[in-house]
């Protein structure tokens, strides 16, 4: 099976564009990667998803945890959260390959409740990050979902039915009892994420917990709790690399200075701005950005 799969993802990349990059599909939410060479750690918002590793390694830092996977296990996001990823392993005779699919709650919620036998949350909180084997049933529905992209009419009939029978065998699954708490609406891992999108969408605000533990239906203090045993960050750590990858993209993509950059995203003083520029990418906002722009475009992919 893991041989059709790297075939049929190779056969799909060469046939667009080939050579090493990131490559979109015609399915939202459903990318695919490929690297010949190792990478330094890249910064990036990664969303609630399906993170598979086909060949090759990468390694993922979410706050202060890392998370490691190679060939053959995926690594699932249940939140909303940025972090640092980086290949690892990978070769010009044996390139790392990834398949990143986001999970969809909608879906997700359905299967769980259609089960006989619903898995039970584990715990109370718990990280938001963890890494499972691929195994053959995944690996089937994802072979699958690849072969459809040869028929673009028969995505929006086809996709729907695979992301069910892939929820199923996540929520059946060793890990069942910590991917649930994507899907119930109670849950703690639920009701951080409604605080996740309020912060997404007004991360320029001063982060005030009291409003946050408001929208997730909790204590200011159990929220606060709760946050950072999800993400590995309290909310302002969260804020604040949101913050500084929004001004690296406003830099890259449309022309800002420093200065302009750290008020459009809501900081007060350009010079504080450095300081967590430098100390988030490891320099200057200004050197940062002529390197990067020197160099051939890298995607940011879990």
Request: glycine share 6%; charged share 20%; proline share 7%.
């Amino acid at each position: 099976m893991s041989a059709d799969l790297k075939q049929a993802l190779n056969g799909y990349m060469d046939a667009h564009g080939g050579g090493d990059g990131l490559f979109a599909t015609a399915i939202d939410g459903f990318f695919l990667m490929r690297s010949s060479t190792l990478s330094m750690p890249k910064p990036a918002i990664y969303r609630p998803a399906l993170c598979i590793i086909v060949d090759g390694a990468k390694q993922l830092m979410f706050g202060d945890r890392l998370f490691d996977y190679e060939a053959m296990q995926a690594l699932i996001i249940s939140v909303e959260m940025p972090a640092f990823g980086q290949v690892t392993k990978a070769t010009a005779e044996q390139p790392m390959i990834a398949i990143n699919l986001e999970l969809d709650v909608t879906i997700l919620r359905e299967v769980l409740e259609e089960l006989d036998v619903p898995p039970r949350p584990a715990g109370d909180g718990g990280p938001g990050v963890f890494v499972q084997e691929f195994g053959p049933e995944l690996q089937d529905c994802i072979l699958r979902l690849i072969r459809t992209l040869a028929t673009p009419k028969a995505i929006p009939i086809l996709h729907p039915a695979i992301m069910r029978e892939i929820s199923f065998w996540l929520l059946s699954g060793n890990n069942g009892d910590e991917i649930c708490k994507l899907a119930l609406p109670d849950s703690h891992t639920r009701r951080v994420a409604e605080a996740i999108y309020l912060l997404r969408g007004n991360f320029t605000d001063a982060v005030r917990v009291e409003k946050l533990a408001a929208a997730a239906k909790m204590s200011p203090s159990s929220f606060y709790q709760h946050f950072k045993i999800l993400t590995a960050m309290t909310p302002l750590q969260y804020q604040k690399q949101l913050r500084l990858l929004e001004a690296r993209r406003l830099m890259v993509t449309d022309g800002f200075n420093a200065a302009n950059a750290a008020y459009q995203v809501g900081y007060e003083s350009a010079s504080q701005f450095s300081r967590e520029y430098a100390r988030m990418f490891g320099t200057p906002p200004k050197r940062d950005i002529s390197e990067m722009k020197a160099m051939p475009a890298e995607p940011a992919i879990s």
